[in-house]
């Protein structure tokens, strides 16, 4: 079975994440996959790239059974290169990147829809960092996306809000998403990204790298950093204490150490 889905037709590419069983959470096979599938998408003559989760998730972020691997240096960097690449890539994509969100963007998972330009949520969508709920920090550009959406301060208290996922309108609300709707996300995606299609697009996409690319950057700069971060709480009291709360379905008990 692939853990990646993609079909290009009329104009738009999709991308789908395609582990339903475990809410798509991200494992190391399945980022290998979505990088492949991200710079087939790069090189292609398609404008419009439409991002979506198979089932009932978007997606649940990384795969809490791949951190008991992370001791392992070599294994550790490379997610942590693959997760760099995909973002990358889809953020400098000479492309109008459109995220389909329902159910739960998660943790890695939210910093993935974030990379898009335009986020198309289901009312019923949940957005949350959660990393902190394991004792971690954001990764995946995590604190870029963040920062880019809601400015440092909000930023902060959005990544530290823990357990709390926020919803629907107040997403849009925050600036997290761009468009609601109470239908199908994929379709309405779809749509948006057929009327882009009879914009001009040529000078949409100069906006669009005319800001990226002075921003390309300062994201490189929190990739590197979250990278160190994730390899130095990866052994730390909380980090451990907050992976074996999750796998006995308990509320951890932290120390702060």
């Avoid at 290169?81 to 492309?95: F, N, Q």
């Avoid at 198309?120 to 959406?149: C, N, S, T």
């Avoid at 990226?212 to 929190?222: I, P, T």
Wanted: aromatic residues 8%; contains cysteine.
């Amino acid at each position: 079975m692939n853990f990646v889905n993609y079909e290009s037709k009329d104009g738009i590419s999709y991308i789908c994440l395609n582990r339903p069983d475990r809410y798509n959470a991200l494992n190391k096979e399945m980022l290998e996959e979505l990088l492949k599938v991200v710079d087939t998408v790069n090189q292609n003559e398609d404008r419009v790239v439409v991002l979506s989760g198979e089932g009932n998730a978007f997606c649940a972020g990384g795969d809490i059974a791949m951190m008991k691997d992370f001791g392992n240096r070599e294994f550790f960097d490379n997610v942590m290169d693959s997760i760099a690449g995909i973002v990358s890539k889809l953020y400098m994509m000479p492309k109008i990147v459109i995220s389909a969100v329902q159910g739960s963007a998660a943790g890695l998972g939210l910093s993935l829809a974030l990379t898009a330009d335009y986020v198309v949520a289901h009312q019923e969508a949940k957005f949350g960092m959660l990393f902190i709920g394991v004792g971690l920090a954001p990764d995946g550009g995590g604190h870029f996306w963040a920062e880019q959406r809601l400015g440092i301060q909000k930023a902060k208290q959005f990544i530290w809000g823990n357990p709390r996922q926020v919803k629907g309108e107040e997403a849009k609300g925050m600036g997290l998403a761009d468009v609601l709707t109470d239908g199908d996300v994929v379709h309405e995606a779809e749509k948006l990204g057929q009327m882009l299609l009879a914009s001009p697009l040529v000078a949409m996409l100069k906006t669009k790298m005319t800001y990226h690319e002075e921003q390309l950057e300062r994201l490189n700069y929190y990739l590197e950093k979250e990278k160190q971060n994730q390899w130095e709480l990866r052994s730390s009291d909380d980090h451990q204490e907050g992976v074996r709360a999750f796998l006995e379905k308990r509320k951890p008990s932290f120390k702060g150490k």
